[in-house]
Every structure is written in structure tokens, then in C-alpha cells.
């Protein structure tokens, strides 16, 4: 047969002289120059022809995913299955294949049946880290400790998905639903998803957390009963000693453990006042108190700070840095950032001081993905808007984006690590901005203008943006609208604008939480906020009450402390958002999920085109009303003025 081909791999199929040898090293040559879309021409050529079939179609397949068209991959997979069942590229390509078209658990499952080294290729793994993060029940195997601590390591992974499959498997491996517990503290320890669970992020479940104080009150009195701490359990002790820092030590303690514990501090004093500050000395005191307290907050930290970190034993190395040498370092670089104008209003005044005791979020890590990407290329993905949102912007330009109300830095830095934007960045909270700074620096991420002043000063700034992205902070004002009036005022006409605002409908147990607090005289301290959580958390807590532990934000101090002892919230449901936007001439654009799983069931119920209806969200909410839990998040346009 004939073919005529360019340089370019331009090919007249039906006209070639190359044979079909020849033509699939073309597909290789193509597939490797990233030109998936050609090669894929090709090899449904060869495949019809019935040339090499399984090596083809294989390849066909995976262009067919490298092009994101994952139904169309799937039919093909399962005709090579179907006549080359045995084919060990389709079973490698059958993990990709099925997580692209969200069957998660046959992506799985598939992922089972390839070897170890095969399952280490990216692209498997990266599949079998979203499949596990939508899983609603994981069954045990070989693989699933393993793959958990992967799951955790994958900083692209999201937090909250990878915590609930933890604390399912955690529950039902410990048997935490059953009428009594074991407490096996070396069984515990040679747990290794456990313990690196444990160093990973705060639990967020009232089992496990009972699980864990439990372990805990074992380990010291056990410990000082026998006045040693055990080798064998030492990999529990320091994950437990890291949870509660991570949790900021809310776990609650009884009193027979306090005045424990107030012993163990007067004997650490008096040998580290002897001994002139030897750590190594006092390793297991040291461990054993840390897990109820940071060590910033012992009597002798002055003395323990003098000695230096390279002394410390091992199992104290980490700790040491973040409860004493570090644990301040945010106010160090909080001194860096530059002030706007006054904090005059007495709402942001009192919010400011919240957060300068209780900075939130506390964050250790981010996603850097291998390429930026454009800005509001991936606002339409996010809306799934088509072509209409981009109309008349250009996509390669440098956009200015204001962050309004940035907290400890996590928003613009993610914004910066992602796309070429020009960021300010603005919050209320001096330390909130020292750590944001902080976390810039040890990330390598610039290109952010830091300020602390008031979102209500904003004008101050002197200039117009792009964008202002401002998530979770209008409803934390005293007047929200003053505050979107501030915002609508700096954005170019035609800009976009990204705003968050709590559902009233998906926090009605906050709501009766906060109800209590604000006719009470209780004092936000962390002992007061240990109290009132065990309480909700009991499983005798009122009925009003039920469903607050499925906020993750429970189960630390400082998010705790925002969730339910917040000193000014707003709570919204979708016809008061629609009369705010309203207010403002604001076109609401969409609400943005981080899968696509809230939007199918929207489409279903009321069609794809009323999405930007916020009438019909109103009534598909109040059918499904944990949608919003975290919050509305949602992008709207200024008018083109």
C-alpha cells in the first residue's frame, strides 16, 4: 500500500509506502513527541488491519487517555480484554482506564492484580491515589498499607478525602465500633499507617480519638509505674507526642492524669537544673510530657533551648524544633510585613485578636505542580463553563489577583505555585501573615506582596485587579456587605471575583453551638474549649447537636475555636447570597466542587442549564444539605461598566 508522510507525520493512510512495522515505530516515534491525537490514527489503522492487535491497542488506549478520552478508552479495553485476555498491558493500563471514568473501585481492584514493581510506575500510582480517595469501604490485602502511606505522602492528594479513608480503615482494624476496646500499645506501635497517620495530620474521628487518649493514659502511668519507657512502643509515644502537637494539644486529660503529669514536670525541672540541661537524661520524660504539652511551655525551656538541637536524641529532634526552637518563628517574620492604613473597625479588631492567639489554618505543605497553568483556563475547568467565561479575557496574559483576607498564606501560595499571576495578598492578623511568610520562603514561592491592613481600607491600595479571591472572611465581618462593597470597588470592570460564605442549612449543629456560647459568659480558653467538645462529641449529646463531628474543624484547637467560638460569624442560605449579589449588579458564574460528582446529581435533578440558577441550588440543598459543608464557594462577574 501506498502512503505519502511529511516531516511532520502529516500521513495519508489510505496512500502509504511504509509497511505496518514501519508505521508502528511512527506511533512510538509520535506517542513520544506527545502527539497523541496522530498516533492514534494510526494505530486504529493497524488494529483494523489486525497487525500486532495487543501491542496496537494497547498503545491506542493509551493515547485515548493521554487525550482524556477515558470512555472512549474504556470500550476499547474491554475488547482487548475481551480477545486477549491474558495481556499484561491491559491489565497495566486498566487502573488508568478505570479511574478516568470514576470507577474507582474496579480501578482498585485492578491495580491488585499487577506486581509491585508495575505498581510503581506514576501514572498506576497516581490512579490508585484517587481511586483510594473516593473508595467508601477498603477491604484488606497485601497492598493497603502500603498504598495508604503512599496516599499520604502525595501532597496532590486532598487532605480530607485521604482522612476519612484513614479513619475507616483505623476503625475497623481496631474494632473502635464495638462495646469495649484492647488498648495493645506495642501492637499499636507496629502499626506503620498508624504511626505515620499519627505525624500526618490531626484524626478527625471521635473513635480513633478515643482510641488514642486512651493509648495515652496507658503509656504514662504505665510508664511511671514501672519507671521506664519501653523500646517497643517508642514509635507510638512520638507519633502520639506529634498528633497532639498537630492538634494542638485538644485532646481532653483528666484530672488523675494532670496531677500526673504536674509531678513528672516538677522531677523534670529538678534534674535539668542539676544536670545543667542533658536531654539525653531525660529522653522518656521528656516524650512523656510532650504528649500532653509543648515544650515551649515547661518551666525549663529556657535551659532546654540552650542546648543545642544536633544534642538531642532522635526521637526528640523534630519535636524539639516545632514545640520550643521554632514554635514562635512565625513572629519573627511577622516584624517583615508592611501596614496599610488602621484596623479601626471594632468586629476586625476583635477577629484580628482571635487570630493573632489562635493562627488558622496551621499548614505544612502544598501541592507544586510540573508547569503553571492559565489562571482562568482553570476557572473554566473549576466551572465546567465552556467557552463563554473567556470571551474577553486572554488566556496567556499576566492577570493581578488580590487575595482579600489571606489568613496563614495557603490561598496565594497555592495561586503562585499554579499559575503566572501577580498576587497581593492582604489579612487583618499580623502572625497570620508572618507565617504566610514564612511558609513562602521555605516553599521558594515569590511573586506575593504581603499586607496587613483592614479588607474595608482597601481602597488604600491604589489600584484595580483581575481577580480578588476572598474565601471565608466576608461572613466573619460586622457588615459583610460593606465589605463586598470594598472588594466590588477594586476589581476591573469585567473582573472576576471568588468569594466563600458559610451555609446556614449545612451548619445547623454549629449554629446551635454557637446559639449556646453567645448566651453564655464562657471564655474561649483551651481548656474551655476542651470541655465543650468532649461534651458534643459524647455519644449522649443532644440531638441538635448530632452531626458536628463531621466537621474536620473540630478536632483542633484552632480550628475548633473558629468553628464554634468565633467572635462574629454570618451564616447564609442561597436566596440571601443571591439577594447580596443582587445588591451589587454581581453575575453569579458558578459554584466550583473539587469533584464532579455534586454537579451530575445537580444535572439530574434540574439540568446542566440551571446551574447558574441559584434558586434551583436553594432547592437542591435543602434535599441534600450536608452539599455545602465547608462552605459556598462559588466565582461571580462585575458589571462591564
Known sequence: MGMAVSKNHNIDIENTALTDSQLLVMCHQLIAQGKFAEAFLLLDHLCQQGYKYASCASLKIACLINTYRYSEAALALEELKSKCPKDKNALRLAPLVYSGVGDYASAYQASLLLSHEQRKDPSVRKAI?????????????????????????????????????????????????????????????????????????????????????????????????????????????????????????????????????????????????????????????????????????????????????????????????????DSQKDLQYSLKVKSIGDISDDVSRQVRLQYEENPYPRWNSLPVPERKNSYYQAIRSLLDAGDKLLDSVSCDEQIDVLVAGCGTGRQPLEIAANFNVNITAIDITLRSLGYAQMMAEKLNITGIDFLHMDILELQRLGKSYDVVESMGVLHHMASPEKGLESIVGVVKPGGLIKLGLYSSTARKAVSAVRKIYAESDLEPTAENIRSVRRALLDSSAKDEFKGIELFGDIYAMSPCRDLLFHVQEHSYDLLQVRDLLELFNLEFLGFTFADGSVNSAFDQCYGRESRRDLGAWHTFEESNPRTFESMYQFFVRVPAR
Request: aromatic share 6%; charged share 25%.
Open 129 to 325: 491515589n484517587i481511586s483510594l480517595q473516593h473508595i467508601s469501604s477498603l477491604s484488606n490485602n497485601t497492598y493497603l498499607d502500603d498504598d495508604l502511606i503512599e496516599l499520604m505522602r502525595d501532597s496532590s492528594a486532598s487532605r480530607n478525602r485521604t482522612l476519612v479513608r484513614l479513619a475507616e480503615v483505623m476503625i475497623r482494624r481496631y474494632g473502635l465500633r464495638e462495646s469495649s476496646i484492647r488498648i495493645d500499645l506495642e501492637g499499636m506501635a507496629s502499626d506503620k499507617v498508624l504511626c505515620e497517620y499519627l505525624k500526618y495530620s490531626f484524626v478527625v474521628s471521635p473513635e480513633l480519638e478515643n482510641l488514642l487518649t486512651q493509648a495515652r493514659r496507658v503509656i504514662l502511668t504505665q510508664s511511671l509505674a514501672a519507671m521506664n519507657l519501653p523500646d517497643e512502643i517508642m514509635p507510638l509515644v512520638v507519633g502520639l507526642a506529634q498528633q497532639n502537637w498537630l492538634n494542638e494539644y485538644i485532646h481532653y486529660v483528666e484530672q488523675d492524669e494532670r496531677v500526673l503529669i504536674d509531678e513528672l514536670e516538677t522531677l523534670l525541672q529538678e534534674h535539668v537544673t542539676s544536670s545543667g540541661g542533658r536531654v539525653s537524661d531525660v529522653e522518656g520524660l521528656l516524650l512523656l510530657l510532650l504528649l500532653y504539652k509543648p515544650l515551649e511551655s515547661l518551666a525549663c525551656h529556657e535551659v532546654l533551648k540552650k542546648v543545642n538541637i544536633e544534642s538531642w536524641p532522635v526521637s526528640l529532634k523534630l519535636l524539639a524544633r516545632e514545640t520550643l526552637f
